[in-house]
């Protein structure tokens, strides 16, 4: 992929992996409650998202839409539809990005694509080992909850989740650069029942495959 679309995406490989830890915790007292319900309970689902990239000076922002899938352990999927489609597969053993408009494939091994990422929330670690929580006040309605990477040498600086009743209605991502990224999710299906077929990733004929 070019650095040229990467900028127009606004996001890095990593950052569009970082979507992938919050999807939806049951009804708790509080933010920290419900994240560790979500971890411990909710094995599968999918939802429909908005995500807005706003820069470090607040002057400019970046909107896509999408859906994502997943299923633990260590499956998920994101389809980015706008502005620009791409997908996001991880199988367990690799993560695949596909561009679709360059006919270009990005290749990582699993592990190494985590690493102490929120990403890893949803691979089923341990969030006591690799986030520090906290709870925060309410918003709008919502039960927010920080969870700070254990990680120093990491890409991101705060993580902040949040939930209405049941289900997950938010997720922000702040980098070590001052950029936010923000996902509202929307119909959540928890527990759905989604096919392991979907994360299986073949390149499109005549893609340009990268490994990293």
């Not at 994240?35 to 689902?45: E, K, M, W």
């Not at 997720?171 to 527990?191: C, K, P, V, W, Y």
């Not at 392991?196 to 340009?208: C, I, M, N, S, T």
Request: with cysteine.
């Amino acid at each position: 992929m070019s650095s040229a679309r990467r900028r127009a995406l606004g996001f890095s490989f990593q950052a569009l992996l970082l979507c992938a830890a919050g999807w939806h915790g049951a009804a708790q007292a509080d933010g920290v409650s419900a994240l560790r319900d979500f971890v411990q309970n909710v094995q599968s689902g999918r939802a429909t998202f908005n995500q807005t990239v706003t820069s470090p000076d607040g002057a400019k922002k970046k909107t896509s839409t999408g859906s994502f899938e997943f299923l633990r352990p260590n499956r998920f999927r994101f389809d980015y539809t706008k502005p620009y489609e791409q997908q996001i597969v991880a199988d367990g053993v690799k993560v695949w990005l596909h561009d679709v408009d360059l006919n270009q494939v990005t290749v990582r091994p699993f592990d190494q694509a985590l690493g102490s990422t929120p990403a890893a929330l949803l691979a089923g670690a341990s969030i006591e080992r690799d986030f520090t929580l906290a709870n925060l006040p309410e918003e709008a309605g919502l039960q927010w909850v920080q969870a700070l990477p254990k990680a120093r040498e990491g890409s991101i600086r705060s993580l902040r989740v949040a939930f209405r009743g049941k289900d997950l209605a938010a997720f922000e991502i702040t980098d070590a650069f001052g950029q936010r990224s923000r996902l509202d999710f929307n119909r959540f299906e928890g527990n759905a029942a989604v096919p392991a077929a979907r994360f299986k990733f073949v390149a499109p004929a005549g893609a340009d495959v990268l490994q990293q």
